[in-house]
Structure formats: C-alpha cells, structure tokens
C-alpha cells in the first residue's frame, strides 16, 4: 500500500465522523470518539505495511512514479513520526472521552454532551496534519501541514467556550501562533532567496556550495529556528506555554504537549539536516545550543514554585524540549552509536509515554475532585493506593529516575552531549536535571506524605479504557525503562 | 542464575504492595534470598551464575547478572544476612505493614541487584532503585523531623548520584564498553589506555560521586541524622549495606581502571577520610542520643576503608602490589555492615522497650535485659575493633595496607602518615562506644529501664546470627578472604 493512503484515510476518518456528528441526534456523543479510536487503530496498524517508492516491493508500480514523491517521503523516520502522532491522537481520545463531562459543561449549550462530538474529529484532522509534516520533504509542504495542524489547535484550545480560561489561552494561542506563522514564512522566503529552492535536498547542496550567500540564508535559518522555537517551546519563546496549557481542555494540552511537540521536533530536525555537514553548522548549532541551555534552565526552575499540576506539567514540557534540544544541538551522526535523530525519536517516544500517563492522572483528578491543584494529590496514598504507586512511578519516570523510559532517554541525552565535548551544556543540564527531581516530587510528597483533604476513597474502574490505557502506559513506563530495544528498533535507520 | 538473589525480594516486594501477607512473605523472601545468597556467594567462581540478556544494542547493554570478582560475593554475602536480619527486625507502623516490608525489600533488591550487575548502565540503576523507598520510609515513618531529614537525604544522594552518572557514562565512553567485566579484562591486557587529564577527571567525579553516597567527609552531613530518623530496617539496609555501593564502585572500578586519576587525588583523598575519622570521631564523642551517635560512628569509619582505597592506589602507582588493600577493604565494609546493622537493630529494641535514646535518661539497662546488653556489647566491642570480631581482621589490615610495601629506609610518604593519624580513631572509636554502653546498660536502673523488657525470644534470633556471623569472621577471617582469591 503507497503510504500517502494513510494521511488520506486519516483526514477521511475525521471528515465522515464530523458530517456523521452533525447529523446524529443521540445525545450522548462518545460513540465518535470510539470510531476515532478504532480508525486510528487501523491507521496505526497499516502504517507498517505502507511503502515508499524506495522500497524493493514498490517497483514497477505505477504510484512510485507520482510525482507527490518529490514532496512526500516515506523513510524510517517518517514512519517513526506517523507513529508517534497516532499513538499520542489515540490516548489523547481516551483522555478526551473520559474528560467530555468537564468538556460538556463549558462547550455544550444545554450542558449536554452534543457540544463535545466536534472535538474528537478535530483530533483527528490534527493527526493527519502531523502524519504529513513527518513526510515533507519540501518547505512548503511542510508550512502548509504545519498550518493545518495549528489551525486545528486554534480550535482545541477554545473549545470550552464557556470557559474564560480557555478562552484566553485560545486567544493567546491565537496570536502567537499567527506571528509564528509570520516568522516561519519570511524565513523560508529568505532561504527561497538564497537557495533558490524550497527542497530539503536542493537546499542542502546550496547550502554546500560556495556560491550561496550566507547571511541571507542564516538569516533565514534563524527565523525559522524562532517560528519552531515558538511550537516546541524553547526559551525565551516560552511564555505562551503555561498559560495555553492550563487554559485548554485537558486532552488538548496533552496533545498539545506530546503530538504539537513531536511534530516540531521533527520539522526542526528536518529543518536543521541540510546544514549539519554545512559551513553554517558551527553557527546554527551553537545558536541551538544557547537555545537549549536557556530552555532547560528557564523550565525547570521556572517549574519549582509552582502549585498547579496543569502548570507544573507545562513547565516540565519546557523543560523536557531542553533535554531534546540539546540532543538536536549535539549534532550526532556516526555510524556505530546512537545518532541525534534516534536519541531525538527515542526521548519523545519515551515523553510520550510518561507526560500521556501524567495527563490521565491529572485528568482522573479534575474530573474526580474538580481541581488542578497539586493539594488536591494529598493523600492520594491513603485514598486510591495502586493510584498513588502508579503516579510515583510517572513521576519518577519524569524526574529521570532509573529503571524507566525517562531514565534511558535522559542518558542517552548526557552521552550525546559529552561525546559532542559540550561541558557547559551538560552540567547546566545535570543541574537542572536535579532541579526536577525537587519538584517532582513536590508531587510525591502531596500523595505520601500530606494527610487527605477528603477522607473518602477515589473510585477506579477496573474495567474502562481509561484505566487500562494507564496501565498500559505505567507498564510500558517501566518496561522501556529495563529494555529499551525495542523502541530502538523502531528507529533503526533513522539518521 | 544469580538474578534469582535479585528477583526474590524484588518479586515479594511487589506481591506485597498487590496484597500478599506483608509480614509473612518478606520474612520467607528474606530467608529464601540468604539461603541462595550464601550458597552463591561461597560458588561465585562457578559460571552458572552468569547471565546475560541483551536491552539495548547500540549502545550495547545487557541485562547482566554475576560476580564480578570475590569482592562481590562478600558484598552479596553482606547483604543477604542483613536483609535477612532486617526482615525479622523492628515493628511496622499499625496501618503501615504493606509499605513498610515492600519497601525494605525493595532497598534490598536494589542493593542485590547492584552488587550482581556486571553492566554499568544496571549498576546505577539497581542502587537507585533502592534509593527512593529509603526516602520514602524516612519520610513516611521515620522518628523526629522526618520531612526534613527525607528531603536533605534526597537533595544530597540525589545530587552525588548525578555526579557519579557524568563519570560512570564518561568512564565508559573512555573505556568503549558499559561490560565491567569486558572493562576490567581490557585493562588487565593492557588495551584501555586512558589519558591522565582525562582520568583525573573521571576519578574526581567518582570520588565526589561515590564519596557523597559513601558520607565521604565533607559530603556526610546527611547521613547521622538519616540513620537517626530512619525506621530500623531502613536504617540497617542503607547503613549496613547500600551505603557500601559508593566503596564498592571506588574498588571495582576507580582503583583498576584510573591508577593514574585516583593517584592525582590521593593527597586531597587522604586529608578528607582524615576528616571522617577524626573530626566527625570527635563530633560522635560528643553526642547525646544513641542514634545520632550510631549515625555519626558509621559515617566515621568509612574513612578505614577510604585508608585501604587509598593504599591501593598508591602501590599500585608506585609499581608494587599491595596485598592488604583490597582484602581489608573488602572484610571490613563486611564486618562494619554487620555490626552496624546489628547496632541500629538493637538501638530500635532499646527505644521500644524505654521509650528514649537520649543517653541521658538511659540506666542500668543491663539488669532488666541482660541479653540485649550482651548482644549490644558484642556489636559494639566488633565496631571498636576488639580482636576476635570481624572488624578486628579489617582494621589490622588498613593499618596493615598503609604500610604494605614500604621500604622501610625510605621517609614516610602520605599514606603512612594518615594511617598512623587514623589509628587516633581506634581510641576516639573506644570512647564513645564505651560511654554509651556504661550509660545505656550500666549503673543503677533509672525510671525508663525500670520496666524495660528484654529482646522477645523470635527478636533474638535475628540478633544473634549477626552477633554469630561477627564472632566467626573475626575468630576465622580467611572464611572471607579466600573468596577474594
């Protein structure tokens, strides 16, 4: 199967369940999102059957030969990323129905759950727009994918419309994200300019080539890092990242922070490629440097005072694009050990994981006690236990405890940066690393150690999704953290 | 095979958070961990207890368990007796049960698991897994300003086990494997050339980062008030066993693979185990509760095994073989994680029976408990170094080590120096153990002792085989030294 399919199928799935939306008249909505779920199993399941043109079992056939192959790729990172987007859209669907009744209260008109069926097939629609920023191979296809992602995200994060907090992160959202889009398309203008290509691989041999002009094209590099910077959250382009995440719904800011994130990361990488073995390597890399150093340091201390979990968990998303920035920023690509882009794909997957399970628990609690608030955690050993081991083993996986996904991922992480010789960078992020483990378990702490606020014991369905989903992700938690290989193996070609 | 020594506790401990009868399944895991312990730890030569599954191919790591040489199997031996110990002592908490032998477990797992990995990447997990639930049972259960004492235990470890990361990850990019084994056998043929700048680096990163895990002086101050607020088991597990992580890594790895490193700081090295023994001897001598004291008495004589590190490192940069070093070190992190865990297991007796350690309101306890003095007095005679216990072997051969090789026309080099000063310990050592057993156990019975009970019949028997284990290691050290041939 040529694998341009599964954008189509994705954004088909999402089209049908959104006309199907309009015309049902059932008043409870969860349906679409269980048809999501399913789609994207399906989705999920074909994209390792897919094929790009390269592959040996494409040959002769007449669809290799489209010319959509000079602007859709289909490697091994591509595929990884298409992954990573559905897994992340298919939890983010099991938070988002577990969540409709905060969701129907300030969306619905009559409080009912009618309002909610829109948000489950703009997941949807979100998806395929990530799906295709894994397989551009041009700059323009690569802005309008983008667009169509943030376009849908403008619509995520207001989707409580009767929330002024969603609200206002919808309208900050909103800006930024248009002035963003205003960086991200002077940038490529100017590196138009200088290259004469919008190409990954033509740029590439401009950017070899003694001719080209140099500044114009870092100039426009630079724009472009600023245009990312503002997606994956790198200081000092941050400032929108905690109050967008604690205004939006829940299952927005988890996919915001797992899926908006992973597809920056992945333009970033795509972006930088063209100029790692360039002459402007030294300077875009250092810059990424800078960034990286500033991030981590702006998340993890800015994460310390906080006392909201939303927050303290936007924070951490800053301070988690730190860790991956300085992979990025590390420049590794020999043969024989892990090259950036595998540290990069792995530390994501692993984020994935533990930040999806993190925003279950964090939803379990909103929905549960209605409040965000660290303080509502106390004593959740008391009230839920299997609850309050599964959280600290989130937690720990956060902090970067060993024997977890967070763990292998960091350290791959502080090798790719010692290898690289970058003393300064991996102290500060040693340093900071530690600062996290303080406010991690600040969390720890509320669930072991503070006496309850309520004395009565948080109900837990044995049998939902919602919990097996957590299960699941706790178990992968600790099961990537001990055996890291097979993730790995996902990422086996991906340079 | 030897995951089993692992897996035991691990696998009980996470029975009992499902439900499992808490008591009752960590006492059985206990025994059944001990008993295959000491079989492997006697048969560490033996190939079936190594093994090896593959987590991660580039870069290579393995799910690797084995001895990695004998001084592994007398750190395993260590700690199976005293989780065995640690299981049968001190009471839990009521409503507690589950979190408090789950976790006691855990600690020993970790321990286990760390002493048995014979791949780096492990190595530091393993010992980090055992980190988080002694916080959490200082936190949760521990006896004065618990909270405080969790976080300082945790900002402390928490940041000597990064430090320890930076050099371990660093140690292994130099030497291109994270196999020990492959290490070690690499450097005995000569193919892992480390250049000196590089090495010094590493070691002063191993140094602080085992050092601060180690209470190496000055990065010691979290450790007498941890062990003072800890729960019993808590406090028998870290002091006795996990705590011996940081001296192990120095030996396993600092000593054989960075000669050049380790030398470059012997000077600095020496002056700080100076300090564990003689300033914080002097600050034990000068306190007032029996379990700050036990605290600060632990942290002091890590420095004799800091001594043997640094006699080793110094042969072998002057070229000679040091046959003293290794084996004291070795025999006594063995016989001080016994008698520390029998001390902090007995301190816990004491409370519970007079409801004080403040030595002050302490008396004559040796008349109501006669057997709680006699074990106590062993442990402690075993901690001052009286011949005939198992520290005794250990000290004599610090000492010993210190002057090992010396010609004896040459002026006296640094290391000589500081064993002659560290002897100074044996009688700082000898004060404060005999105070505090003269106002514990002696005198004439004060209200607190009056009604005191001594050690129940089923409480004995964890003390004794310690008390055993210390009398037959000092009466017949080779039973341990020949393991490290």
């Not at chain 1, 199993?41 to 056939?61: C, Q």
């Not at chain 1, 790198?234 to 992973?262: C, E, M, N, R």
């Not at chain 1, 300077?283 to 906080?306: D, E, H, W, Y």
């Not at chain 2, 007398?74 to 001190?90: K, P, S, W």
């Amino acid at each position: 199967m040529p694998a341009y399919f599964l954008e189509a199928l994705t954004v088909t799935l999402g089209i049908v369940l959104l006309i199907a939306e309009a015309f049902s008249t059932a008043p409870r909505r969860t349906w679409i999102g269980f048809s999501a779920i399913i789609g994207l199993v399906v989705v999920l399941a074909l994209t390792f059957i897919s094929l790009g043109p390269e592959s040996l079992a494409s040959e002769g056939k007449n669809w290799a030969k489209y010319t959509l192959w000079d602007l859709y790729k289909f490697d091994a990172s591509a595929r990884f990323y298409k992954i990573i987007a559905l897994v992340s859209a298919i939890f983010t669907l099991i938070l988002a129905i577990e969540y409709r009744s905060v969701m129907a209260r300030f969306a619905g008109d009559k409080g009912g759950e009618e309002g909610t069926g829109e948000y489950y097939s703009l997941i949807v629609i979100a998806t395929a727009a990530m799906m295709w920023m894994a397989s551009a191979k041009n700059l323009s296809f690569l802005f309008v994918s983008l667009e169509l992602l943030t376009v849908t995200f403008y619509i995520l994060v207001a989707f409580m419309k009767r929330n002024v907090g969603s609200l206002e992160a919808g309208v900050k959202y909103l800006i930024l994200g248009a002035l963003s889009t205003g960086f991200l398309v002077y940038g490529i203008a100017w590196i138009y300019g200088a290259c004469g290509s919008m190409d990954l691989a033509q740029i590439t041999l401009a950017a070899g080539f003694e001719g080209t002009a140099g500044t114009p094209l870092l100039f426009g590099v630079a724009l472009v890092i600023i245009a990312l910077g503002f997606k994956i959250g790198a200081a000092p382009l941050h400032f929108w990242i905690p109050d967008v995440y604690q205004g939006a719904p829940t299952p927005t800011t988890a996919f915001l922070s797992v899926g908006s994130k992973a597809a920056g990361f992945m333009a970033l990488m795509s972006f930088i490629a063209p100029f790692s073995h360039s002459p402007y390597a030294g300077k875009i890399f250092s810059a990424l440097v800078i960034l990286s150093c500033l991030t981590l340091i702006v998340g993890n201390f800015g994460a310390i005072p906080q006392n909201n979990f939303k927050r303290l968990l936007a924070y951490s998303s800053i301070a988690n694009a730190g860790f991956i920035l300085l992979a990025v920023a590390a420049n590794r690509d020999d043969a024989d050990a892990l090259s950036s882009a595998q540290i990069v794909g792995f530390y994501l997957a692993g984020y994935l994981i533990m930040t999806m399970a993190a925003f279950f628990i964090l939803s379990l609690l909103r929905v549960q006690s209605g409040s965000e608030n660290i303080d509502a955690l106390d004593g959740l050993s008391k009230r839920n236990p299997i609850l309050a081991v599964t959280t600290t083993i989130i937690m720990a996986s956060l902090a970067g405890v060993p024997l977890t996904v967070g763990f292998v991922g960091k350290f791959f992480v502080f090798q790719a940066a010692l290898a690289s010789q970058m003393w300064v960078p991996a102290v500060i992020a040693a340093v900071t690393a530690a600062a996290g483990f303080y406010y991690y378990f600040k969390i720890l702490r509320a669930i072991w150690w503070n006496s309850p606020n309520h004395k009565e014991p948080i109900p837990f369905d044995p049998t939902s999704v919602f919990t097996f989903a957590l299960t699941f992700l706790t178990a992968a938690i600790l099961l990537f953290g001990v055996w890291p290989e097979p993730l790995m193996k996902l990422l086996n070609g991906v340079r | 095979m030897s995951f089993f020594i692992f897996l035991i506790p691990f696998v009980a401990a996470v029975a009992i958070i499902f439900g499992a009868p808490p008591r009752l399944s960590a006492r059985v895991a206990g025994v059944a961990t001990l008993v295959i312990g000491l079989y492997a730890s006697f048969t560490w030569q033996c190939d079936c207890w190594t093994s090896s599954v593959p987590v991660l191919a580039s870069p290579s790591i393995d799910l690797a368990f084995g001895f990695v040489n004998g001084i592994s199997a007398i750190m395993v031996a260590l700690a199976v007796i005293v989780t065995a110990a640690a299981t049968f002592t001190g009471k839990a908490p009521e409503g507690r049960e589950k979190l408090y032998y789950a976790s006691s477990l855990l600690i020993a797992a970790g321990a286990l698991g760390a002493f048995l990995s014979t791949n780096l990447f492990f190595f530091y997990a393993f010992h980090e897994l055992a980190l988080i639930p002694t916080f959490l049972m200082i936190g949760l259960m521990g006896r004065g300003s618990r909270k405080e004492v969790a976080w300082k235990i945790t900002i402390y470890l928490g940041a000597g086990s990064l430090i320890l990361l930076a050099g371990l990850v660093w140690l292994a990019r130099e030497a291109g494997t994270y196999n020990i084994l492959a290490m070690l056998e690499a450097q005995k043929a000569g193919k892992i050339d480390i250049d000196p700048d590089t090495q010094k680096t590493i070691a002063a990163l191993l140094i602080v980062g085992f050092g601060t895990l180690v209470s190496l002086f000055p990065f010691h101050s979290w450790a007498a008030p941890a062990y003072a607020s800890a729960p019993a088991p808590t406090a028998m597990l870290h002091a006795g066993v996990l705590k011996k992580f940081g001296l192990y890594g120095l030996l396993q790895l600092a000593v054989p693979l960075l000669p050049i490193g380790m030398n470059a700081w012997l000077t600095p090295l020496l002056v700080l185990l100076l300090g564990n023994i003689l300033w914080v001897g002097l600050v034990t001598i000068n306190q007032k509760r029996l379990d700050t004291m036990l605290g600060h008495s632990s942290v002091m004589h890590m420095g004799y095994i800091f001594l043997a590190i640094a006699a080793a490192v110094a042969s072998s940069a002057a070229g000679k073989e040091n046959i003293f070093a290794i084996p004291a070190a070795a025999i006594l992190m063995f016989a001080h994680g016994i008698s520390i865990a029998l001390l902090f297991g007995l301190a816990d007796r004491i409370e519970r029976s007079t409801g004080t350690l403040d030595l002050a309101e302490l008396g004559g306890l040796a008349k109501p408990a006669p057997a709680l003095a006699f074990l106590f007095g062993i442990a402690g005679m075993a901690s001052l170094g009286l011949p005939g216990l198992a520290n005794f072997s250990g000290e004599v051969m610090v000492f010993l080590s210190g002057f090992a090789g010396r010609d004896p026309s040459s002026p006296l080099g640094p290391v000589q120096v500081a064993t002659i000063l560290s002897l100074w310990g044996v009688v700082i050592s000898a004060v404060y153990i005999l105070r505090a057993y003269r106002k514990t156990f002696q005198g004439a019975t004060v209200n607190s002792t009056v009604n005191a009970t001594d050690i129940p019949f089923f409480d004995k028997i964890p003390a004794f085989v310690l008390a055993a284990v210390l009398l037959v290691v000092g009466i017949y050290p080779n039973l341990l030294a020949r393991l490290l041939q």
